[in-house]
C-alpha cells in the first residue's frame, strides 16, 4: 500500500512524499492516520534534526514521519493482536512508550514507518507491547488527536503533591476545594488546564487565570465561562496582570489573603516563575509546566518558605498511557473540549511550512487532516477566505464554525471530510 506522509531528512529537511509501505508483519497493525495536531515538540525535532535525542542518526538515508499527536482508524490487524484490536477501529496513540532499552524512541520522533503526518501508517509491535495504542470511542478525530496535549495538561494535575505531616507522605493531585493559579493561563495549554481542572474529577473552588494580553482573555472568558464554572463548584477568575501594581498581593486578596495550594507557570519566564513561587501558601506546590529552550534556564526560588512553609516545585514534560486514557475518556464523554485549543485547520500539504514556522504562527493549536490538501487556515479567517476566493468551502466552515462559538467541533469535521479537496 501506498501512503504519503511528511518525512524528517535532516536540520529544517522535511519533504512531502509518496512511498510504498510493507505487508505487515503477524505483530503489526495497518493504520489510516485521519488527524494530527501539530506540537511545537515537532518543531524542536525538525530544525535540530539528528541531534534531538528522540530522531535516529541515520535520518539521511532512513527518514522518520514526524507528527505524534494522532488519530485514526485500523485498517489490519497482524495476527498476534487480533484478540485486542478490529478493523475500523479508532484509536489514539501515546508516543512515550518509555522502552527500557530506548526511552527516547517514540512515534513521530524516531521511525521510518509511523507518524501522525501520513495517510496510512505501520504500527509496529513495540506501541501494543507498551499499552500505547488505545482505543477511542469519539465521534470526531481532532479530539483523540489533542489528547496527547491532554494527557500533558493533566499529568501535571496529578503530578502536584502536598504532604502529610503526620506520616511524612506525599498526597499526590492538587488539593480538593483548594486555591489554584495559572499563570500565563490562556494559551492552548493553558486553555486545556482551565478546562479539565473545571471538569474533572478532582477540582478546586477557586480558579484563578492570568496573562497580560486583554483580548486572549477576553477570548477564554467566553469559552470557559464563570458561570459553567461556578455551576461545577470552581470561583472562576481571569486577571491582566499587566494592569495591576501588585499581582501577587491582588490575587492573594481573591484567596483572603492567603496564598495557593498549587500554582501552575505556563510560560518560561523568569519573573512569572517567581511570581509563582511569591503566590504559593503553606505546604503549597508550584508546577513549572512550559518547557524551556535553554538549557542554563533559571529562576529564583524562596528557600526560607521552602524550609518553614512547605513550598514544593516540580514539573511535567508529558502524560503517561493513564493520562491519555483519561483525556480520551473525558474526550468521548463530552466533559471536556480539546477544540477550544485549536486556532487553525489544514491538509497535510500545510504541515511543512506550519511545523518550520511554528513559533512565529499566531494563534493556538494547528490541527491537519492527512487525507485533505488545504492550506493552514485560521478559523477566524475562513469567512474572508471564502469571500476572497469564491470559495463556498471556507464560507460554510465559517458558518458552521460560528454556530459553535467560533471553535472547531464534530460538525465541521464531518463537513471538512466530506468536502474537502482529498490529498
Known sequence: MK???????????????????????????????????????????????ANHKRVPNDIDVNPIIIGHEFCG???????????????????????AMNLKENPYIAP????????????????????????????????????????????????????????????????????????????????????????YGIHGDRKPSLMVVTDIDQARLDRAATLLTVED??????????VNTSSIEDPVKYMKDLNGGKGFDDVFVYAPVAPLIEQGD????????????????????????????????????????????????????????????????????????SVIDTTLNLPNIKGAKKLAYTHVSMPMTAIVDFRK????????FYTDLADICDRHNGIWSDEAEKYLLANAKKI
Open 3 to 49: 501512503t504519503k506522509a511528511v518525512r524528517l531528512y535532516g536540520q529544517s529537511d522535511l519533504r512531502l512524499e509518496e512511498f510504498e509501505l510493507p505487508e505487515i508483519k503477524e505483530n503489526e497493525i495497518l493504520a489510516r492516520v485521519v488527524s494530527d495536531s501539530i506540537c511545537m515538540s515537532s518543531y524542536k525535532a525538525a530544525i535540530q534534526g
Open 73 to 95: 482508524d485500523i485498517v489490519k490487524v497482524g495476527a498476534k493482536w487480533s484478540h485486542l484490536f478490529k478493523e475500523g477501529m479508532k484509536f489514539g496513540i501515546q508516543p
Open 108 to 195: 513521530g520522533y524516531s521511525y521510518t514507518k509511523i507518524g501522525g503526518d501520513a495517510t496510512y501508517v505501520i504500527i509496529p509491535n513495540e506501541v501494543m507491547e507498551s499499552d500505547c495504542l488505545i482505543p477511542y470511542d469519539g465521534e470526531s478525530y481532532f479530539k483523540a488527536s489533542l489528547a496527547e496535549p491532554m494527557s500533558c495538561i493533566i499529568a501535571g494535575y496529578h503530578e502536584n503533591y502536598h504532604s502529610d505531616y503526620d506520616n511524612h507522605a506525599h498526597l499526590m493531585g492538587i488539593k480538593e476545594g483548594g486555591a489554584v493559579a495559572i499563570l500565563a493561563g490562556v494559551g492552548p495549554m493553558g486553555l486545556g488546564a482551565v478546562d
Open 229 to 238: 464554572a461556578a455551576k461545577h463548584g470552581v470561583k472562576l477568575v481571569y
Open 278 to 349: 511569591a503566590l504559593l501558601g503553606e505546604n503549597g506546590c508550584l508546577n513549572f509546566f512550559a518547557g524551556p529552550t535553554k538549557t542554563d534556564f533559571s529562576a529564583k526560588f524562596n528557600f526560607y518558605d521552602v524550609h518553614y512553609s512547605f513550598h514544593r516545585i516540580t514539573g511535567t514534560s508529558g502524560g503517561n498511557t493513564n493520562d491519555l486514557r483519561e483525556a480520551l475518556k473525558l474526550s468521548g464523554e463530552g466533559r471536556i473540549n480539546p477544540a477550544i485549543m485549536i486556532s487553525h485547520v489544514g491538509g497535510l500539504d
Open 385 to 392: 477566505v471564502g469571500e476572497e476566493t469564491g470559495d463556498k
